[in-house]
């Protein structure tokens, strides 16, 4: 019987703050409780997905907000372009946030996409950074993905999903939903469209960018190239099940095998043709296997990259200048383009 591992991150080039927030990431809730989930799906899911065509959204609800200031909010409501497996009844109506410049002209502002899988800090450093854009005349639009806020459904927590399989679902329908909504906003005459998220987010928007027909940008932000080195080898080890899953497995280095198979559909291992991209890296980042941000790097040759000096944690928080670069400078490679959709 093989030996359960230690759940504590191993020693690494991370800062401070990071290894302290990820020992306090070991009290909230658990990844992957409830094991691998269903084989079969989870076969027919890890496939990779080479083109995913232009999936179209139905009628789209907008509810505008109360704010003040310089820039118009609203909530977007509309049915999930996903029908991957068996998502909840819940999970199927999809959730947005659309920020505009007040005054901006209709339909010609261009956007960010924003990708959130595992919000990092409630969503602050999201916050900020499309507080920045809109300054700058740039749109978001926020993902709520599956698993998350009012579609948060039986999950323990925003994005903590009980099974391998649901976190599976969750990529593969927040890749669709994102690419729908690059895709609905280039339908409105927006010239260009970026898709951006930290973390997680940024490794599937990259992904989603990769295999949209329509040339789109993708940024991410302190991302891995993939899910799965983030919870054996990233901070997020403290917070996953991996006991659970070596029981399953039979032993770690099996475990890590199929986790790596079932997530890696998610990750940039082979694009025919690059989109325009730009990163932003943190030099001691103790949340993000360094070796996984290098091999997206590697896949994206070519992107510029922007670093900073401290940890994930900090760069994240204090890091929003560099950031909103990142997303200026790939929506800056990209040609204007319409999408008209009758």
Same mark, same amino acid.
């Given at each position: 019987?093989?030996?359960?591992?230690?759940?504590?991150?191993?020693?690494?080039?991370?800062?401070?703050?990071?290894?302290?927030?990820?020992?306090?990431?070991?009290?909230?809730?658990?990844?992957?409780?409830?094991?691998?989930?269903?084989?079969?799906?989870?076969?027919?899911?890890?496939?990779?997905?080479?083109?995913?065509?232009?999936?179209?959204?139905?009628?789209?609800?907008?509810?505008?907000?109360?704010?003040?200031?310089?820039?118009?909010?609203?909530?977007?409501?509309?049915?999930?372009?996903?029908?991957?497996?068996?998502?909840?009844?819940?999970?199927?109506?999809?959730?947005?946030?659309?920020?505009?410049?007040?005054?901006?002209?209709?339909?010609?502002?261009?956007?960010?996409?924003?990708?959130?899988?595992?919000?990092?800090?409630?969503?602050?450093?999201?916050?900020?950074?499309?507080?920045?854009?809109?300054?700058?005349?740039?749109?978001?639009?926020?993902?709520?993905?599956?698993?998350?806020?009012?579609?948060?459904?039986?999950?323990?927590?925003?994005?903590?999903?009980?099974?391998?399989?649901?976190?599976?679902?969750?990529?593969?329908?927040?890749?669709?939903?994102?690419?729908?909504?690059?895709?609905?906003?280039?339908a409105q005459g927006h010239p260009r469209v970026v898709l951006t998220g930290y973390g997680l987010g940024g490794a599937l928007a990259a992904h989603a960018a990769s295999v949209f027909p329509i040339p789109l940008a993708? #940024?991410? =932000?302190? +991302?891995?190239?993939?899910?799965?080195?983030?919870?054996?080898?990233?901070? &997020? *080890?403290? !917070?996953?099940? @991996?006991?659970?899953?070596?029981?399953?497995?039979?032993?770690?280095?099996?475990?890590?095998?199929?986790?790596?198979?079932?997530?890696?559909?998610?990750?940039?291992?082979?694009?025919?043709?690059?989109?325009? #991209?730009? =990163?932003? +890296?943190?030099?001691?980042?103790?949340?993000?296997?360094?070796?996984?941000? &290098? *091999?997206? !790097?590697?896949? @994206?040759?070519?992107?510029?990259?922007?670093?900073?000096?401290?940890?994930?944690?900090?760069?994240?928080?204090?890091?929003?200048?560099?950031?909103?670069?990142?997303?200026?400078?790939?929506?800056?490679?990209?040609?204007? =383009?319409?999408?008209?959709?009758?």
């Amino acid at each position: 019987m093989s030996r359960a591992p230690d759940p504590t991150p191993p020693k690494r080039r991370g800062s401070k703050l990071d290894r302290h927030l990820g020992q306090l990431r070991r009290h909230g809730p658990r990844f992957f409780s409830g094991g691998f989930g269903s084989s079969a799906l989870l076969e027919q899911l890890q496939g990779r997905a080479h083109g995913i065509g232009i999936p179209e959204l139905g009628a789209v609800r907008l509810i505008r907000q109360p704010e003040a200031g310089l820039h118009e909010t609203w909530r977007g409501v509309v049915e999930s372009p996903a029908t991957l497996g068996p998502l909840p009844d819940v999970v199927r109506t999809l959730h947005f946030t659309l920020r505009l410049p007040a005054n901006a002209k209709p339909g010609r502002t261009p956007m960010a996409v924003v990708v959130e899988l595992v919000p990092l800090l409630g969503s602050l450093p999201t916050r900020l950074l499309t507080t920045r854009l809109v300054g700058e005349g740039v749109g978001s639009v926020v993902l709520e993905a599956p698993w998350h806020g009012a579609r948060l459904a039986d999950a323990p927590g925003p994005g903590v999903t009980h099974t391998v399989e649901d976190f599976v679902l969750m990529q593969r329908a927040a890749a669709l939903e994102a690419c729908a909504l690059a895709a609905w906003l280039l339908a409105q005459g927006h010239p260009r469209v970026v898709l951006t998220g930290y973390g997680l987010g940024g490794a599937l928007a990259a992904h989603a960018a990769s295999v949209f027909p329509i040339p789109l940008a993708a #940024a991410p =932000l302190l +991302a891995p190239e993939s899910a799965a080195p983030v919870f054996f080898d990233g901070v &997020l *080890r403290s !917070a996953a099940d @991996l006991p659970a899953l070596i029981r399953e497995a039979g032993s770690e280095a099996s475990a890590r095998h199929r986790l790596e198979r079932a997530l890696g559909g998610i990750a940039l291992t082979s694009i025919e043709e690059r989109r325009p #991209a730009a =990163l932003f +890296a943190a030099r001691r980042d103790g949340w993000i296997p360094a070796a996984s941000t &290098l *091999r997206l !790097a590697q896949q @994206l040759a070519g992107a510029p990259v922007r670093t900073f000096p401290g940890g994930h944690v900090e760069a994240a928080l204090r890091g929003t200048s560099a950031a909103l670069a990142t997303v200026e400078q790939a929506l800056g490679q990209l040609p204007e =383009l319409a999408l008209n959709v009758e």
